[in-house]
């Protein structure tokens, strides 16, 4: 059975950094591409960020470009997510989710996500 | 970067009616789109990938269509778990941009 967990929710400071981290059983996680997806409380789903299979090749949509850092570890199934300079508007819940392209193909299409972790952002 | 727009934003329909959802791509995506449904407290679960392939386990009575700009995402006969919030995803290219959502609810 494919299991995404991910790390508990946080409170973080503005202008603080985060990660959050998501361990991955169930499949071959150095296969896959991955992704990180945030939904604001009440909103919609708004796509992060992607990493290859190998973590070679990253993706960021712009409005996280240079604030936000994917990155896995295959050795230990494990991906993650790290924010810099933390805003009120980063406030929301992410989910990490596999992609379902075989051979290391990038499908964007997530088959599989994790339960979420909140993260609030207060001073 | 390619936006997606979703339509209706909400919809208010009775057990056993029929109804569609549509989603239009600000260019040619091909046939890249995916739909999901999500429910309140949970992850979203993917429905239909490629514009009309159900993914397993998915009740036939949900069927997607569409090619180019224009999809639609069907419901022929509304179930009660069946109401809950609707996204299309473009799977072209990244980012792999969402629709607003188009939340379903019990009429």
């Known amino acids: 059975e494919v299991q995404l967990v991910q790390s508990g929710g946080v409170v973080v400071k503005p202008g603080g950094t985060l990660r959050v981290s998501c361990e991955a059983s169930?499949?071959?996680?150095?296969?896959?591409?991955m992704h990180w997806v945030r939904q604001v409380p009440g909103k919609g789903l708004e796509w992060l960020s992607s990493?290859?299979?190998?973590?070679?090749?990253?993706d960021y949509t712009d409005s996280v470009k240079g604030r936000f850092t994917i990155s896995r570890d295959n050795t230990k199934s494990s991906l993650f997510l790290q924010v810099d300079s933390l805003t009120f508007e980063d406030t929301g819940f992410y989910y990490c989710a596999k992609d379902t392209g075989n051979l290391g193909e990038l499908s964007l299409t997530l088959d599989h996500w994790g339960q979420g972790t909140l993260v609030t952002v207060s001073a | 970067d390619i936006q997606m727009t979703q339509s209706p934003s909400s919809l208010s329909a009775a057990v056993g009616d029929r109804v569609s959802i549509t989603c239009r791509a600000s260019?040619?995506?091909?046939?890249?789109l995916n739909w999901y449904q999500q429910k309140p407290g949970k992850a979203p679960k993917l429905l239909i990938h490629v514009a009309s392939a159900l993914e397993s386990g998915v009740p036939s009575r949900f069927s997607g269509s569409g090619s180019g700009t224009d999809f639609t995402l069907t419901i022929s006969s509304l179930q009660p778990e069946d109401f809950a919030t609707y996204y299309c995803q473009q799977s072209y290219s990244p980012p792999g941009a969402f629709g607003q959502g188009t939340r379903l609810d019990i009429k």
């Open positions: 260019q040619n995506i091909d046939i890249y």
């Open positions: 169930g499949f071959a996680f150095d296969e896959k591409a």
């Open positions: 990493i290859s299979w190998d973590g070679g090749t990253t």
